[in-house]
């Protein structure tokens, strides 16, 4: 089911890593599931509210028997910027080839910036029906640390803006990538209170203050080719292919590296 105003937010583990990493500390995992199953979903009247019990609702959606998936509805102003971002999806991919080059980043392997063509398929094959943009959406700088930034440069690189050629994408991505993190971080805030139930949680060790700390946010943007520009009938067609493009020119929102989101269009 696709739902232009609810965010799905994914399962978060709570094994934390070393502290000298700029890894968030925790992993998160899709699972699959029927179609005709219902996700769980939380009005964020009631996320916000820090004294109301989610305890059932977050059982049943990240618990042993949930779907691992929950998702948060009547985000305010998130239908407007979710809008506002994928309609630069077409533009951002229709630029000149030479501007895309200027915005892409070999040091980061492509985690910063356009990506186009750099990923391989199950099969070998380059990936050639969608183009990516990523970027930190909180610090267009996260460390100035050279050590961090060599070791980490998927996470610890810098962004990279086509400024002169599409000026407000910075502005629509920043924006929409904000907002996903405050609820984000609501939520974070009511799996710490469910978690804490089960086992002795320290200060500082939760979910919700390990993203707070966090400076490697990561989002990204997507954009499905028409079938027509990317060879689509030359490549092995799966089943997660075709749910995800169709064969039609779509963008799509976003992966955080703190916490995994997917916006459907």
Request: a neutral charge.
């Amino acid at each position: 089911m696709q739902m232009q105003n609810q965010m799905f937010c994914m399962n978060p583990s709570y094994t934390l890593t070393q502290a000298h990493s700029p890894s968030l500390g925790h992993s998160i995992t899709m699972t699959s599931f029927c179609a005709k199953v219902q996700t769980v979903s939380i009005p964020y009247t009631q996320l916000k509210d820090k004294n109301a019990d989610l305890s059932a609702k977050i059982e049943q959606g990240f618990g042993p028997n949930g779907l691992g998936i929950l998702s948060i509805s009547e985000v305010p102003g998130y239908s407007l910027w979710r809008q506002n971002l994928l309609q630069l999806g077409p533009r951002l991919a229709n630029l000149p080839e030479d501007v895309k080059r200027e915005i892409e980043d070999p040091k980061s392997r492509y985690n910063f910036g356009w990506s186009h063509g750099k990923e391989k398929l199950e099969s070998g094959k380059l990936d050639l029906l969608k183009g990516s943009f990523y970027a930190n959406p909180i610090l267009d700088v996260p460390t100035t640390e050279q050590s961090l930034i060599e070791r980490y440069p998927s996470y610890c690189g810098s962004n990279i803006w086509p400024h002169k050629a599409l000026p407000e994408l910075e502005t629509a991505f920043k924006t929409l990538g904000k907002l996903i993190l405050d609820v984000g971080l609501l939520l974070a805030y009511h799996c710490d209170r469910y978690a804490s139930r089960e086992m002795v949680m320290l200060e500082g060790e939760g979910l919700e203050q390990t993203l707070v700390h966090s400076r490697c946010h990561k989002g990204r943007l997507l954009y499905y080719f028409p079938a027509q520009h990317s060879c689509f009938h030359l490549l092995p067609v799966t089943l997660s292919m075709l749910c995800h493009c169709g064969g039609t020119g779509t963008a799509e929102w976003g992966r955080f590296s703190s916490h995994r989101w997917r916006v459907e269009d």
